[in-house]
């Protein structure tokens, strides 16, 4: 049986990850821990999610022409990650994320995107093939919206489902890219920055959820964290748990889910089953540090998530 196929549009980005006692205050020099660099970018960290778990993953995006470049691009080949579409910049830097992870294990994080914010419409076209042959298309917030819009048209005409993982919010989101997503999937801080409203209770991302459906998403998907998620249609309500854990570091957690979201689905699992699965693996994630470090090989997870 071949290997589901996921496409995802994003960024690649690498993490410098300084650990501390506690976050800072404005002004304020703390002594660190000890600093650790790794592999990031949101679009990359679904990617080597979902290629873990045993899909056939195309990336769609850009690196700088710098050393951190060339090294992320042969990173996610490593990892069996299509990379034709993964494209250099000259003159221009890669990505980089600066975060910093306290001793609970919750996380700052700063991104320069660098050559991820050119990544274009033509980028994707080129890639049309990519998009149609797969199961799933992934886009997320840290490339430019004219490059998701493209891909999530091309990928509504061929019938390929669409995952728009709005992170992180850094302007608003035109209704057409709603209007062309599947599962719209935003955490509680950012479906409070899209609707204006507060997200602290399920009532809260109830109402949020309804507000994303109205402007044109067939479903609205809201992690949650330790509460786990809220999946939201027309016709559905429903709140998936996930098992608590002791969390070391959090960084990443959102896209070891979504990736772990796509795979599924593109494998054929219910909904339900899905948001199950990548509460699990998303909760196994974050029992270790960084990000794509984090992410457990199918070989790795419980039998029960192997099936």
Known sequence: MAAPAICVVGSINLDMNAYVERFP????TLHGDRFTTGYGGKGANQAVMTARLGGAVTMIGRVGDDIFGSDMRRNLASEGIHTDFVL???GVSSGVAVITIDENGQNNIVVIAGANGLVSPEDVEHARGAITGAQVLLCQMEVPMAANLAA???AQAAGVVTIFNSAPVSSEIPREAYQLTDI????ESESELLTGLPVH???DARLAAAVILERGAKA???TLGTRGCLYV???EDEHIPVQAVNAVDTTGAGDAFVGSLAYCLASGSSMRDAITRANA???ISVQAPGAQSSYPRRDQLPAWLQK
């Open 88 to 90: 250099p910049s000259q």
């Open 220 to 222: 609205a998907l809201i």
């Open 281 to 283: 693996i998303a909760a």
């Open 184 to 187: 719209f999937c935003p955490n």
């Open 233 to 235: 249609t027309a016709t």
């Open 152 to 154: 999530l048209r091309i």
């Open 25 to 28: 205050r404005p002004g304020e």
């Open 201 to 203: 209770t399920l009532d």
